[in-house]
């Protein structure tokens, strides 16, 4: 999850712990059932991506609760639906 210049400004700054932490509690590789009812409740989100030259975008996408469909609690995290 995190770059080697993200990796030294961790230790720089002494927060590595606090990022391993965090992956360790918060990162996985599918939907769980709270992330999916959280997901679908949700008027808005951001979509951030990157280019295949890594310049990145974020685009703001917005609907009635429901335009955005988990379609099992077990779908790889990057799957989603706009309805």
Same mark, same amino acid.
């Given at each position: 999850?995190?770059?080697?210049?993200?990796?030294?400004?961790?230790? *720089?700054?002494?927060?590595?712990?606090?990022?391993?932490?965090? +992956?360790?509690?918060?990162?996985?590789?599918?939907?769980?059932?709270?992330?999916?009812?959280? +997901?679908?409740?949700?008027?808005?989100?951001?979509?951030?991506?990157?280019?295949?030259?890594?310049?990145?975008?974020?685009?703001?996408?917005?609907?009635?609760?429901?335009? +955005?469909? +988990?379609?099992?609690?077990?779908?790889?995290?990057?799957?989603?639906?706009? *309805?």
């Amino acid at each position: 999850m995190y770059h080697a210049g993200n990796r030294e400004l961790q230790d *720089h700054f002494g927060s590595r712990a606090l990022a391993d932490r965090l +992956v360790e509690k918060l990162r996985h590789e599918c939907f769980t059932d709270a992330d999916k009812a959280f +997901v679908e409740s949700a008027p808005f989100f951001f979509m951030a991506t990157a280019d295949e030259r890594g310049r990145p975008d974020c685009s703001f996408k917005g609907g009635m609760p429901g335009f +955005v469909k +988990v379609p099992a609690p077990d779908t790889p995290s990057q799957t989603i639906h706009l *309805h």
